[in-house]
T-cell receptor, first 115, second 119 residues
C-alpha cells in the first residue's frame, strides 16, 4: 500500500471547519483513500473513504485531487468531541490484487479543537 | 449495541503468564482482524481470518502469539509467556467482504480494544 504523509498536529476553533490534509503521492490506480479517527483510549472509528471522486457522509467530506496525489478530510463544523488522532490510509483492493488485508496506519494527525 | 466487542477491556498480568483475549465481531461479518497498538503509534496489523480460516499470520510478532476463530464467529488471541514489551492495546476489527462486482475493499470496523499491562 502507498505511504501517506500527514501533519503531526493541528488546531481548529470549535464551530469552524477542520481541514486535514494527507499526501499520498505514490498512490496507484486501484488504491483507495480511507480515513479513520481514534479518540483517546478508544478503538479507531471509520469516517469515510473514496477512490477518485469527492465523497460526503454524515460525518465528513473527502476531497481527492484530480491527480489523486493528495486529499483533504473536512469536518464542516468541528466540536470538542472531534478532538482525536486522524489517520489517512491508502489501501489497495485486496480482493483483486491478493495479499494480506490489514490496514497500514501511520502516526496520523492529532487534531485539537479549541473552545 | 451491535458493534465489535472485546473482552476484557483491561488486563494486568505478571511477566511469564499466559493471557487470552476475546473478540466478538459484528453479526454476519465474515472477516476478523487483530491489531496491536503501542503508545504513540498507530495500530499494527497482526493477523486476520475469513470465516474460520486464518489467511495471514506472518505478521504475528512471535511464536508466542496465536489466534483462533474456530467456528467463524468470535476469535481469541493468546499470548504465551508474556513479556513487558507485550504491554499494548490489542484491537479487533471485523468486515464483510464485498461481492467482486460491487468493487472496492471492505470497510473494517474496530472494537474498543483490550489494554494489556505486563508487570
Amino acid at each position: 500500500d502507498a505511504k501517506t504523509t500527514q501533519p503531526t498536529s493541528m488546531d481548529c476553533a470549535e464551530g469552524r471547519a477542520a481541514n486535514l490534509p494527507c499526501n499520498h503521492s505514490t498512490i496507484s490506480g486501484n488504491e483507495y483513500v480511507y480515513w479513520y479517527r481514534q479518540i483517546h483510549s478508544q478503538g479507531p472509528q471509520y469516517i469515510i473513504h473514496g477512490l477518485k471522486n469527492n465523497e460526503t457522509n454524515e460525518m465528513a467530506s473527502l476531497i481527492i485531487t484530480e491527480d489523486r496525489k493528495s486529499s483533504t478530510l473536512i469536518l464542516p463544523h468541528a466540536t470538542l468531541r472531534d478532538t482525536a488522532v486522524y489517520y489517512c490510509i491508502v489501501r489497495v483492493d485486496r480482493m483483486l490484487s491478493g495479499g494480506a488485508d490489514g490496514l497500514t496506519f501511520g502516526k496520523g494527525t492529532h487534531l485539537i479543537i479549541q473552545p | 449495541d451491535t458493534g465489535v466487542s472485546q473482552d476484557p477491556r483491561h488486563k494486568i498480568t505478571k511477566r511469564g503468564q499466559n493471557v487470552t483475549f476475546r473478540c466478538d465481531p459484528i453479526s454476519e461479518h465474515n472477516r476478523l482482524y487483530w491489531y496491536r497498538q503501542t503508545l504513540g503509534q498507530g495500530p499494527e496489523f497482526l493477523t486476520y481470518f475469513q470465516n474460520e480460516a486464518q489467511l495471514e499470520k506472518s505478521r504475528l510478532l512471535s511464536d508466542r502469539f496465536s489466534a483462533e476463530r474456530p467456528k467463524g464467529s468470535f476469535s481469541t488471541l493468546e499470548i504465551q509467556r508474556t513479556e513487558q514489551g507485550d504491554s499494548a492495546m490489542y484491537l479487533c476489527a471485523s468486515s464483510l467482504t464485498r461481492d467482486r462486482l460491487a468493487g472496492g475493499p471492505d470497510t473494517q470496523y474496530f472494537g474498543p480494544g483490550t489494554r494489556l499491562t505486563v508487570l
